[in-house]
């Protein structure tokens, strides 16, 4: 059938049918919004959708997706099984009635998602316009030293923020690659770093977790440094002599960057001793 | 007590509230006043600045005033930030949308108007605290409710949710809003769909037969 042709070649989501890498498709937010799409590219009204017409454009889109190795996931798959169900309906020559004798047209449920997720799409629009806070405008909300607000002004990171500012650092560092020449002769062990990380502490009130991830060490570009750091941070917490927050922002929300404090019990000097345990 | 003095204090305390501070604990704290002369006092300062072409103007957002500078200084200010401003994308914002009009809202309710999986969107805002779990629906399975937070009106400059725009004045702007339909125009449009929902579309679709 020609229409499948001609609509896709309509279609700016194909600008050029012969340059097939070049293709580049929108992104949608699903199902329903593709079809939105599909609906609006054949100025067509949603209350009178064409569903022939439009399953098959929406069955092309599929197809193009899995061209470009996109993951056609379930709910595609799903609204076009609906598609093909509410075609089908149409196609029967009996008349659909409900109990009380009328007409009932097969669109009609999904004629009333698609008009309410419209609806939901231009109020997120609206809101994603509006001046935000941090962003666009920015609020004059001095703390008051000593205040609650002030006092409360961190949160103990858990295992999971820890890993991923870990794999920041990793990420950071993506040219650390081991020399094939280069032996490594010189281990390092999560021992020797917990006690550094300890001495350093030993001279400051807090330390940056990023920071310290390279600090302390002439070997500041082998990858062991950083995992033994990592491994050693986490033996040091859980040996409860140090705690490992983040900052939190006006609003209370975690934010910025990591530090590590010692605990009271890492202060009166008695780590050394269980840290001596370990060996 | 002159009356300009008042309104300083009212400006002080706005200015230095941690967060927005509501007008009744405003009246409270200013020296013989009412919620009422609240109101007109930051009124009138609200009316200096703009005399005044000052760069900030008090705000109520999330049941409170606060300062908020204009957005045209945004990106002075972007740069005294250490972290990069909130990004949402359009699941982050159609889903927060849904929540905060249907609230308080299961989950699946979400997925059925997106069409789509809501779980890594949802726990993303959660994350955010822009969304809170507001309690368990009793029906089986107990599935849990969800919730905008004060923080969504906070960054979204939203006074309350009554604030939020209502679906029925979306309707009333739309048609105002639209290009005058090109029916029948030719050919060669600039290939944009002007398509937009017509009002009368909208009505048919509030009350369905």
Redesign the interface.
Known sequence: MSASGQSLEAN?VVPDPFAPYSVRLPVF?????LLLHL???D?????DIPIARIGEQYLEYLGLMRDLDLDV?G?YLV?AATLAWIKSRMLLPVEQTNEDG?EVDPR?EL???L??????????????E???????????????AG?P??LEREVEVGLFDLVEAYRRVLEARRDIRPLPHEIETEEITIRERMLEVMGILETRNSADFEALMQEGHERRHSKSLLVATFLAILELARLSVIRVYQSL?????P??PIHLRRTAEGGDGSWVDRIADLM | MKETERRSIAEALILASPEPIPVARLAKLLPRCTPAKARALVDELNADYVAQQRSFEIQEVAGGYQVRTHPEFASYLQQLQRTRPLRLSNAALETLAIVAYRQPVTRAEVEHVRGVDAGPVMRNLLERKLVKIAGHRDVPGRPMLYATTKRFLELLGLASLEALPTLRDLEELTPADAPPASQGSGQNDSGEAPAQLSLQDVDIAGKPN
């Open positions: 700016p937010e699903g199902p329903l919004d609906i609006r590219l100025e067509v009204e949603i209350t996931v709910e609204m009328e009609a004629i009333a998602r008009l309410e997720y419209q609806r939901f799409k231009e109020v997120a629009a609206a809101l994603g509006r001046d935000r806070l941090d962003r666009d405008v920015f609020a004059g909300r001095a703390p008051i205040s607000a002030e922002d006006s609003l209370g929300v934010e910025g």
